[in-house]
């Protein structure tokens, strides 16, 4: 691995690697690597990768996190209209220069919290993937934050969140797509147990369709080759273990 440049991240020393033998690119913020990608911006995260396909039917997405624009490339060449907010001017830069991000992409520099309160535009499909050194999902993540995602998704959109697990005891997930789901979003969360400091991924689709959402959420699941399990939201206390449903 070579580093191509380090720089000034508000969470920490930025770093952009490449592999000198695939020529792949990793970006690293603090002790915590953002994104792996193509040199041209595709992604080499199966959740990154799940998120996409779980937006395949969505025209215009909200995109909450850059890091390295990969999940809004992809989209973007897929045929939709994509708006991105980040915190970092940085990461928008890094992005076009090292990961491909096409420059026609809609870039707000802006805290997500904030630019959710003053946005007034409703999305078919909004991406969540935020985070970095001594994020608190559960205090980012509280339910009115929640309601403002809500509140920007026009009807019959959907909602995928990224988010990191410390262990199976973790009552974020649960808590958190409970308050996504409002009256007319049913949530779903995609996981690994058993492993720490893990990816999962909250899902939200339409009520009304329940056998079609079932069967998508299944099909959507065996999108990667990783062992990934699905199961519905409970609203757990913060000390309660959570229980994982695999779908066979």
Not at 25 to 44: H, K, M, P, V
Not at 125 to 135: N, Q, T
Not at 175 to 195: K, N
């Amino acid at each position: 691995m070579k580093i191509l440049g380090r720089f000034k991240g508000k969470l920490g020393e930025i770093a952009i690697w490449e592999s000198e033998r695939t020529g792949d690119r990793l970006y690293r913020e603090g002790e915590i690597f953002q994104s792996e990608s193509s040199a041209t911006g595709e992604s080499r995260l199966p959740y990154v990768k799940m998120m996409e396909v779980f937006l395949g039917d969505a025209k215009n997405v909200l995109l909450l996190g850059c890091g390295g624009g990969n999940l809004a490339t992809m989209l973007v060449r897929s045929g939709k209209n994509v708006t991105v907010v980040d915190h970092s001017p940085i990461s928008f830069d890094l992005a076009k220069r090292f990961f491909g991000m096409p420059k026609e992409i809609s870039c707000f520099v802006a805290d997500f919290r904030e630019y959710l309160a003053a946005e007034t535009r409703s999305f078919d499909g909004i991406a969540v993937d935020v985070g970095g050194p001594g994020f608190c999902y559960e205090e980012q993540f509280n339910p009115s934050t929640c309601h403002s995602i809500t509140a920007r998704l026009s009807r019959g959109g959907r909602i995928i969140l990224n988010m990191l697990v410390a262990t199976d005891f973790d009552a974020a997930p649960d808590l958190i797509a409970s308050d996504l789901s409002e009256d007319h979003l049913s949530s779903w969360i995609f996981d690994r147990p058993g492993l720490l400091n893990r990816n999962a991924l909250l899902a939200c689709l339409p009520k009304g369709r329940r056998t079609a959402n079932k069967h998508y959420m299944a099909k959507f699941s065996r999108t990667t080759d990783e062992l990934w399990t699905l199961r519905r939201p409970r609203r757990p206390s913060h000390h309660s273990q959570a229980v994982v449903v695999e779908i066979a």
